[in-house]
């Protein structure tokens, strides 16, 4: 009887040509499936299934997958066998024996997302892979004032990139926060919602920072909600900023906004 | 007339082999110069001088450098321009035209370094280039209470790597110091003296953590003045944890400290 294990991942998505397996790429998915693989003692190759995407730059601060093994190992076992055999770049967190109607993709009730920003003319060069970059001015403020259009449920069909495969763009954020820290001279946003559109994070960030530079109008989601047209938002703030914080399984996720 | 300007600068040492132009390597001073001759209209090739080398996979906070050109450029104008040349992982931060009495090597009088160690038994994924790493038990109040036998002059023919080519091991520490982040989960030393040797840093650092594991004695410092050998103290710290902080010229650093 097979055990089924979630764990809970963070990797540096620098060197990854994103989650999902492709062929001739590194992805984080063909790296884990290599990992459990050896600890498998199963004839059929064992498969990693993610929560969802990330695209090729973006970091996970808390990705979820699963996978079942034949054999039956600890879950600490787990964590430190895996992170005995992966690359620097990709650590397990937390491993944990779940019951077999648990999926990390179609199970899930909601992600945050954080979003680095840094200012300033030049990049710091510490900084070139781990934050997107705004060199023109932001009154933050104004980006305050406009992030209560962003909660709520909304159609943003004007947030998403071409390639999208969902059905439906309505989509539900919970929480939306965006935090000066002068120290590091960052802008720092974080989402909360029940699912993402392809690039969408991404995409809203630009259309923020534009606000806060005083190019577009405090309130004008609103408006990007009625048009539905990707051409009145497109831009695409870089890969490079983006961290999947965490995944939300059952409801517990309310206890912890 | 030539004039000479003094540049600070950042650097991401990670993808670099160390400061020194090496053949067939992708060093600082060989990415510096590249740019530094875009700028310069004289037929001479136009050196970079640095303050010293880092080696490969040292960051730099504050480097110091000069060069001559004979174009006059305004300090601005440097910073602006050089950025706009270099690849993203280094940075200019400053310029500043200096009498040519001024040298980056020759007229330094004190060196600053930071050195960070992550704990916890896996390395993060976000630091693996950027700090060392030190999976032992640690108690900060063992290392604290060894700092006091780091600062003054000493010579430290024990902390030496071979390929030295000093004349004199003896140099005097202004101050050394440990702070726990607790936070961050990191033990970051910071080391201010009038020049260090070859993997002096690296080396002290080593033997400062077997300190505070417990394994070296909190007063090890003044049996390892003494006997002058390497052999006793083996370790090297990695070289991702170490950053050049700042270079000092003059006296002026007394009023920083």
């Not at 004007?158 to 939306?176: C, E, L, W």
Request: proline share 4%.
């Amino acid at each position: 009887m097979s055990k089924r294990y979630k764990i809970t991942i963070a990797y540096d998505g620098t060197n990854f040509a994103g989650f999902q397996s492709q062929p001739q790429q590194r992805t984080v998915q063909t790296v884990l499936e290599a990992a459990v693989n050896k600890m498998s003692t199963a004839a059929d190759f064992v498969h990693v299934f993610g929560s969802g995407r990330t695209d090729a730059g973006v970091h996970a601060l808390g990705q979820v997958a699963h996978f079942d093994l034949e054999n039956e190992i600890p879950e600490q076992g787990i964590v430190n066998g895996l992170n005995s055999i992966l690359p620097l770049d990709i650590q397990i967190l937390a491993a944990q024996v779940v019951p077999t109607s648990f999926h990390a993709r179609f199970t899930t009730h909601a992600k945050s997302y954080v979003y680095r920003v840094s200012r300033g003319r030049f990049v710091d060069p510490f900084k070139r892979f781990y934050t997107g970059h705004y060199k023109y001015p932001l009154d933050v403020k104004l980006i305050k004032a406009a992030l209560p259009d962003v909660i709520g449920e909304h159609d943003f069909s004007s947030f998403v990139a071409a390639g999208s495969q969902a059905r439906s763009h309505v989509r539900t954020i919970y929480q939306a926060t965006v935090t000066e820290n002068p120290t590091s001279n960052e802008v720092v946003f974080e989402f909360c919602g029940n699912g993402f559109l392809y690039n969408q994070v991404r995409i809203m960030v630009a259309a923020l920072l534009e606000i806060g530079n005083g190019r577009r109008p405090v309130h004008d989601f609103l408006r990007l909600y009625e048009v539905k047209d990707r051409n009145e938002c497109r831009q695409t703030a870089p890969a490079s900023g983006l961290y999947l914080k965490k995944v939300y399984y059952n409801d517990d996720w309310l206890k912890n906004v």
